[in-house]
Structures are given as C-alpha cells and as structure tokens.
C-alpha cells in the first residue's frame, strides 16, 4: 500500500530531492506540487510528471500526507493549514523561525491528531546512527566533549533574507548537528555562548560562527560541553552539503565520524569545476520512507515537532549570545 503524498511549495534546495524520491518510492503515490509562486510550482509539476494544484486545499483533499518546503518563516502557514485539514506533515528544517511559531504547530498537530515530524535527515546517515548507538550503550563512557561541524556553500535566494529565513548559517546549519547531538546524547542544551559574523561574503548576513553548548543530562559528564561550527565556508565546487563531522570524547574512548565519506570527487580541468557525489546510502531516501512507513502504520517515526522546538531555541539563543557578547541560558518554552 502507498501513501498519498505532495509537496508544498518548491522554495527550499531541497524540494527537488524529495520529489525525486517521492517519485521513486514504491511506498508513495506522489500526487502532485501547490505553491503560492505557480510558475515554479507549475515547471515542478511538468518536471516531476504530476498534477499542478492551484490551491493547498485542493491538494490536501487527495492526500494523506505533504512535505512542507517553503521559506523558513511561511512553515507554519502552511503547516498549520494541512494539519487541521487531516493531513500528515514532514517540515522541512529549522521548524520555524519564531518560538511562538512553532508551539502554535505543535498544537495544531495535538488537536487535529495529525503527525508532524521534521525534516532532520542526519539522523538516518549509517554512521552517526551507529555512533549514536556506541555513546548510548557506554562504549565510550561518559561524554566529555564534542566537537560538530556542518559546513556548506553560501546557497543565495531568499536564504539571504533575514526576514523569510530568520538567520543564516547558524539558522540554516546549526539545526543538524544540534539535532543529532540532543538524540545522541539523551541531553538538553542548558546554556549557550555564540560568536557569529560574515566572513565569507554573504555580507548582509551570517556565514560564520561557532557555537559553544553546555548540555545537561543524560549520557554527558558535568561540565561538559560541545562546538557546532555550521558555517558557510565551502568556495564555488561544493555542494550545499559540505559535510557532516562529528568527534565525540569519553572517558574511555573517541568516536570519529565523517557522516559523507563516501563520495567521490571530481575536478574539471577544461572547466575548472569540481563535482562532488555521494555513494552511501541516501539519507533523504531513509527519512521519507520512515516517514511515509509511520504514517500508514500510524506510528510517528523520526523527528518530532518537540524535537524542532527544542533545536530552534538553540539558535535564537545563539543570536541571543552573539550580541550580548555572554553566555546565554536556555528557556525552554512549555508545550
């Protein structure tokens, strides 16, 4: 059996990727696009040979399912809307750019009986998912530091908008690596110091930072700590995805993880460009599957709306941090 699927809205890099893999799916239908800019999702519909709908209501009422891909701050415009229509939603990351935003989702989602699950597809990358179970088991021991990075290529459009993305290499990057680190670790984030710039041209906005975090609970040791550096740093060649890197230290041992080793790398003398292709397992694959297998078992599976929640607030804090030049504690918000 397969789920009734579509997409809403083709403005994030990432839309193109998952409709590729909707389309590919024995467990999608891959109905059709909506979106609000009806020529690009027009020209997504022709590419992907599916149905152009006019309106989000029209698509909700043949679906069981939407991944919702628009602009940073429209998720929960368009998120809300397809919950209370019955609709299952996988957001794409961060959850919302506000912390009103996103308890307002997560309600939506408690009341109409819907699932909502973001789209934080590190999580299913094989390699940290076996470090995740390493550190777990105690292979390692206490946690007494990590170290994460998640560098990428400056992606231009309306990710350069402070106003439609809410940030930008720590809104856009941070999210990942935070994500992983709270599931790894079985730990919240108690405190955050930031140090944010732009330093490789993206000018209006951040490109560069690092993070430091304080986490409390589960398998860290008091007084631990971990850095995120999420920074645009990647010249023309890479990918938006540069990389995934994870050094976790324990009392009594170091795991190392390149979550994108396998790939190969190409560079074109004629042209002077490289090319960059990934040979493992698809993790965008691994995280719709999961997502579609949860929503006809009616079993919600991967990332929740609580889990973006929680990421989100690591970012406002870090912005928080950057100008106060201080330390900053977490305020969980009550959901």
């Not at 402070?162 to 984030?189: I, K, N, Q, S, Y």
Request: net charge negative.
């Amino acid at each position: 059996m397969s789920v009734g699927v579509g997409i809403v809205s083709f403005a994030h890099v990432h839309a193109p990727e998952y409709a590729g893999v909707l389309s590919s799916l024995d467990s999608a239908a891959f109905v059709g696009i909506t979106d609000d800019d009806a020529t690009r999702g027009r020209e997504a519909a022709q590419r992907f040979g599916v149905r152009y709908f006019e309106s989000a209501r029209a698509l909700y009422e043949v679906t069981q399912a939407v991944v919702v891909c628009s602009e940073n701050r429209n998720h929960a415009r368009d998120v809300i809307p397809a919950l209370e229509a019955g609709v299952h939603v996988l957001c794409e990351k961060p959850i919302s750019t506000m912390v009103e935003d996103a308890r307002a989702m997560i309600e939506a989602s408690e009341q109409s009986g819907r699932q909502l699950r973001i789209a934080f597809p590190v999580r299913y990358l094989p390699a940290v998912r076996e470090a995740v179970e390493i550190v777990r088991s105690g292979g390692i021991g206490r946690v007494l530091a990590v170290s994460g990075t998640n560098h990428g290529q400056i992606p231009g459009g309306w990710f350069l908008d402070p106003e439609l993305a809410g940030g930008g290499a720590v809104m856009d990057h941070t999210v990942h690596v935070a994500d992983a680190l709270r599931w790894m670790l079985g730990a919240e984030a108690g405190s955050v110091y930031a140090e944010i710039g732009s330093f490789f041209s993206a000018e209006d906005i951040d490109d560069g930072a690092i993070l430091t975090l304080e986490f409390e609970g589960g398998v860290i040791a008091e007084g631990a700590f971990a850095t995120i550096d999420p920074s645009w740093s990647r010249g023309d060649g890479y990918p938006i995805w540069g990389d995934v890197t994870l050094r976790i230290t324990g009392a009594s041992g170091v795991i190392e993880v390149d979550a994108f080793a396998q790939h190969l790398t190409t560079f074109d003398h004629e042209s002077g460009n490289t090319s960059w292709a990934y040979t493992g397992e698809d993790m965008n694959v691994l995280m719709l599957e999961d997502f579609l297998r949860g929503v006809e078992q009616g079993s919600p599976a991967g990332a929740s709306g609580l889990d973006g929640l929680r990421v989100l607030e690591i970012v406002l804090a870090a912005y928080r941090s950057a100008q106060s030049g201080e330390p900053v504690r977490l305020e969980r918000a009550e959901v």
